[in-house]
Structures are given as structure tokens and as C-alpha cells.
């Protein structure tokens, strides 16, 4: 069982910068795949960043590239997401999720992943 609590979400002007960090329980999370998920209103949960068990392979979604950093730190049980350049469109609920598979990359389906966070809100103001 994992349980994972994201912070960080909050306004912040478009251009500006956020790092939503996500807490993980449990010791098993270095077994874990991580993946960043944002919903903004009226559509679709969609993968915007996740990161493989040991922090070897990583995914961006094509709107993110460049301007969004995932990393974990394993021993204090965290994923971060470090978002750059942030703009309106990034606004969204951001939930961190963990997937049990433990291979050389990162699946992007959200079916995949076993646990879920309750989300933490990012507003871009223009």
C-alpha cells in the first residue's frame, strides 16, 4: 500500500515557476514508477511527466518539453515536479501517481498506475 500527498500547488503569474513535490508512505517507493497527471476543467486526465523506479528514464509530454523537470529523491520517499515558464494553459489539478512496474521506462496509461494522490491545484494567471 502507497500512500502519496502532493503540495505545492498555488496562483502564480504566467512565466513564473511552481515545484509540486509529492510525499510518498511506505517502503517499498523505490519500487515504484512515478507520474505527474494534471486535469483542467472539462477534459481529460492527461500524463505529464513520469519517471521509472531508479530515475533512469523520464517522459514529457510534447506541451511540457523544456519547461517541466521530474526528479525523485528515493530516500526521502519524493517525486517533484519542477514547472518553468508556466503558462494559463498549464492550469490545471495536478496528482502524482505510483505504478508498480519496475522496467527500463515509463508507461503512460493511466490504467496503469495502482495509487493515486488527491491532487494539489495550479492556477496561470495571464
Known sequence: QVQLVESGG???QAGGSLRLSC?????TF???AMGWFRQAPGKERELVAAINWNGGKTFYTNSVEGRFTIGRDNAKNTVYLQMNSLKPEDTAVYYCAA???TGDYVR????VYDYW????QVTVSS
Open 10 to 12: 498555488r496562483l502564480v
Open 108 to 111: 503512460r496509461g493511466s490504467n
Open 30 to 32: 523505490s519500487r515504484y
Open 23 to 27: 510525499a510518498a508512505s511506505g517502503r
Open 117 to 120: 494522490g488527491q491532487g494539489t
Open 99 to 101: 505504478d508498480s512496474y
